[in-house]
């Protein structure tokens, strides 16, 4: 998403300033140029020299290299630049920008940029929540510019609350979010997760390898189009960060379905790519199970089925996409499964291809469609393929 853009990130003076290397070497990881502008209190805090090896171009801090004269324009850099990014911004630097003062090259490329802002507030917490730094942060917001909101936590001071910059990957993410096109914009889309758990006893479980990769992805690709997307998600250790994604945390089968029939009221697409438990144990022991001599039986009832249930209420209008784990007979079943739970379509993985399906980063897909086709991928990065998922719920989005 971010290959071949041009980001231009503005450092300022604030211990976060640490984070800001991570930051570019996300960037340049997924494929961005990166030129860095720090302020004179930024180089307190991280060197030059580091900035400038990660994003492999020189630093940029005054107006002119005192040295030789040379001019860094902020008017080029302004033109330059697809996203201007200041991580961390601090309070100083907020409120310059909110009155347009120009007295440093990072502001006055803000007054030049024709791109996307976006700044990422770092500071601690009473600075944070006074009435300056609020009342700038809206001029700012009032203006088009992205104010990727701190995270609250354990701050430099040692207090505790909001001001922590966002982590690097979420910036990162917003950035992909802030730059990619808007073409599921006014779309509501729902995404089941992960796996679910089912106790038998307070300590234990039945469940299985699902990460939550895929359908994390899925969403992330949906939101980044513009779409409002709700996560239905199970136990999982994925956090997410997105303007557009709000999670809904479940752990069985049976809170899962009732989340996801009523997001489902009000979604224009739903995605199931969780692996939701066929079965949950019969009785809930409220003391743990004691260990006994010879063998052991567990009574299992079925669980009531996610996409079956939708497919029964699926309403004109909308589009529904499961999903398909199989090992055997992998296109027979996957078609049974969509035509038994009155799915658009299905995406098959199978466990038989190395390197897809559970926990992984990668997947090979096929999507079938209940019209026939058959749609065949390779293996790719689960973000890849999460891509691809959204193209083919685009392109039926636009024709329904
Ligand atoms: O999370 P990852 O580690 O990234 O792995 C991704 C994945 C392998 C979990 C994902 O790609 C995937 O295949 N998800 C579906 C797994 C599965 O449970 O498939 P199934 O064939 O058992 O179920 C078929 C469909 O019915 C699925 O859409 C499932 O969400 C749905 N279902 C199943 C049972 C049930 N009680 N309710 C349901 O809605």
């Known amino acids: 998403m971010l290959r071949g853009k041009h980001i231009l990130l503005a450092v300022t ?9 991570q930051i570019v070497r996300l ?7 990166v030129k860095v502008i720090m302020t004179a209190m930024a180089k307190n805090f991280i060197t030059p020299l580091t900035m400038a090896t990660l994003s492999k171009n020189p630093i940029l801090v005054d107006f002119y290299n005192p040295e030789n004269g040379d001019w860094n324009s902020h008017v080029k850099l302004g033109i ?3 996203l201007y990014l200041i991580a961390p911004a601090t309070a100083n630097t907020l409120s310059k920008m909110a009155f347009g003062i120009a007295d440093n090259l990072l502001l006055t490329s803000y007054l030049s940029a024709r791109c996307p802002v976006a700044v990422a507030p770092a500071m601690d917490l009473d600075m944070y929540r006074h009435p300056a730094t609020a009342a700038s942060l809206e001029m700012l917001k009032s203006r088009g ?3 990727i909101e701190p995270a609250s936590g354990e701050l430099a001071s040692g207090l505790e609350g909001k001001g922590r910059m966002e982590e690097p990957e979420n910036i990162v993410r917003y950035a992909e979010y802030i730059l990619s096109k808007k073409t599921l914009e006014g779309k509501r889309i729902m995404v089941t997760a992960g796996p679910t758990r089912e106790p038998m006893d307070p300590v234990r479980y039945i469940s299985n390898h699902s990460s939550g990769k895929m359908g994390y992805a899925i969403a992330k690709a949906c939101a980044d189009r513009g779409a409002r997307v709700c996560i239905i998600s199970g136990p999982v250790s994925i956090g997410i960060s997105h303007p557009n994604i709000r999670v809904v945390r479940v752990s069985t089968a049976s809170e899962m379905c009732d989340a996801a029939l009523e997001e489902y009221s009000f979604s224009d ?3 199931m ?3 939701v438990a066929d079965y949950s144990p019969a009785v809930y022991s409220d003391m743990k199970i004691k260990r006994t001599p010879g063998p052991y039986s567990l009574e299992l009832t079925p669980n009531r089925d996610i996409a079956a249930e939708i497919g029964k209420i699926k309403r004109k209008g909308t589009f529904t996409l ?5 090992t055997d007979n992998e296109i027979e079943n996957a078609v049974s499964k969509m035509k038994k739970k009155n799915l658009d379509a299905i995406v098959l993985n199978s466990l038989k291809d190395e390197g897809a399906g559970f926990s992984v ?3 090979k897909i096929s999507i079938l469609s209940s019209d026939g086709k058959v749609m065949e991928g390779c293996l790719k990065s689960k973000a890849e393929v999460a891509e691809d998922i959204a193209d083919y719920v685009e392109s039926k989005l636009t024709c329904l």
């Open 13 to 21: 003076g604030s211990i976060a300033a640490y984070k800001s290397a």
């Open 27 to 33: 960037l340049v990881k997924e494929g961005a140029e």
């Open 80 to 82: 330059w630049a697809d």
């Open 145 to 147: 510019v992205f104010v």
């Open 269 to 271: 697409a739903a995605i």
């Open 273 to 275: 790519c969780a692996a």
């Open 322 to 326: 499961g999903f398909a784990l199989e």
């Open 361 to 363: 980063d990668t997947n």
